[in-house]
């Protein structure tokens, strides 16, 4: 894995990775077949720059 162009970018919930990826590892666990808990922090498939995965409530906050 080449960590060499990653960045550190947690802290702002976010969709999309600045290197145009929407696509992330993201630690889960699992009940009766269902994703019942995520982890907040996520890895760019892509870059592999760690970032911060996005929730309901982050929905919330930018709903008017």
Do not use: W
């Amino acid at each position: 894995m080449d960590m060499s162009q990653a960045m550190d970018l947690r802290g702002t919930p976010t969709h999309v990775c600045p290197c145009g990826s929407n696509q992330f590892f993201l630690r889960a666990i699992f009940d009766d077949y269902e994703i019942a808990t995520y982890f907040l922090d996520m890895q760019c498939v892509i870059c592999n720059s760690l970032l911060t995965a996005p929730t309901p409530l982050d929905r919330e906050g930018t709903e008017k």
